[in-house]
């Protein structure tokens, strides 16, 4: 590591390129000091690893991870453009995706569809769930490199075209996607953002393309970073995939991805993309208290099933000149 901790005990480990650094503070109560003791050691090693776990770290407050993470990653972001359902606990904590806790969600970058995406994503265990519920994260450059470079390339030449279609009843509503009752607002969003909006009735249909592989504007690696794997109808239960076909039709979808001009991706190179994600992809367990930070360029992250209650926020900042 690169910037040593202060006060700290530090393990790392590796699977697959995929390397954690697990931190564990000797604060002796006072955890805040810690946190500002240790910002840049912090920022540091999310730079270098895919993610810092902080063991034990004594917050307590929801609103204390907010000031955490602005801390550390800078201006904190509101939850808007929304693909899965959240709720807001505090200020802009909120919850992790709420799904249901015997299915898992595949990795992914944190909103990797929108201009809008997140730096940095914190995590923190306010209630550990009873077995399982990890948050698995994997190295976004050691995925790339892992993929065919044939796919790679048609990606990387072509980008990802995600299509949504927002209805009541199907997926999430466009009041709550964007987060307003307001068409106009909408409208006015999507123009300024680049996603192409038509309306049939209170039916809204948006097409976006995004790039599928970009460089890290700080260190300056490649890293894949798309959700193509995530929208695509493939992605979806067998079952599931063909009643909402037989609903909607392809084009009234939900959610679903193409190449960026338009030509399907196949279900084969849906499940290269899972499979190297699979084998990339390290779970820490978590204990209530612990504090995941993950650069989102470099590292996609994820949910795995579990039992009992689990209660996981989450804080998603943008950095500012000093927090670079």
């Known amino acids: 590591m690169t910037t040593p901790f202060t006060d700290a005990d530090t393990e790392l480990v590796e699977h697959h390129g995929t390397r954690l650094v697990r931190v564990t503070p000797r604060h002796g109560g006072d955890h805040r000091a810690w946190f500002t003791a240790n910002t840049q050691a912090l920022r540091a090693a999310m730079y270098e690893h895919a993610a810092v776990m902080v063991k034990g770290s004594g917050l307590a407050e929801q609103g204390e991870l907010a000031e955490i993470a602005e801390e550390i990653g800078g201006r904190t972001l509101e939850y808007n453009e929304r693909s899965t359902p959240r709720s ?32 940095n994503v914190f995590f923190f265990c306010a209630r550990a769930a009873q077995t399982g519920g990890e948050t698995p994260v994997a190295d976004s450059e050691a995925v790339l490199g892992a993929l065919p470079a ?19 009843g199907m997926g999430l509503s466009w009041q709550e996607g964007f987060q307003t009752d307001d068409k106009g607002h909408v409208e006015a969003y999507c123009a300024e953002h680049g996603i192409e909006s038509e309306w049939d009735g209170d039916v809204l249909r ?22 193509a794997h995530l929208f695509h109808v493939h992605a ?10 037989e609903i909607c ?23 290269t993309v899972l499979g190297v994600y699979d084998e990339r992809t390290w779970a820490e367990p978590w204990r209530t208290g612990d504090v995941l930070m993950i650069d989102n360029l470099l590292t996609s992250h994820g949910r795995r099933p579990f039992t009992g209650e689990r209660s996981v926020l989450v804080a998603m900042t943008q950095r500012t000149a000093d927090a670079a």
């Open 88 to 119: 807001r606990v505090t200020g802009k904590v909120y919850t992790s995706t709420e799904y249901p806790q015997d299915q898992t969600i595949p990795q992914h970058n944190e909103s990797a569809y929108s201009e809008n995406w997140p730096h």
């Open 206 to 227: 948006t097409r976006t393309r995004r790039p599928a592989v970009i460089a890290h504007p700080v260190t300056g690696r490649k890293v894949w970073f798309n959700q």
């Open 236 to 245: 979806l239960p067998e079952a599931v995939r063909e009643g909402l076909l």
């Open 150 to 168: 044939d796919l790679v390339r048609r990606f990387e030449e072509k980008g990802v075209l995600y299509t949504r279609t927002y209805r009541t």
């Open 249 to 271: 039709g392809e084009d009234g979808l939900p959610r679903n991805a193409y190449y960026g001009d338009g030509t399907p991706i196949t279900a084969d190179e849906i499940e």
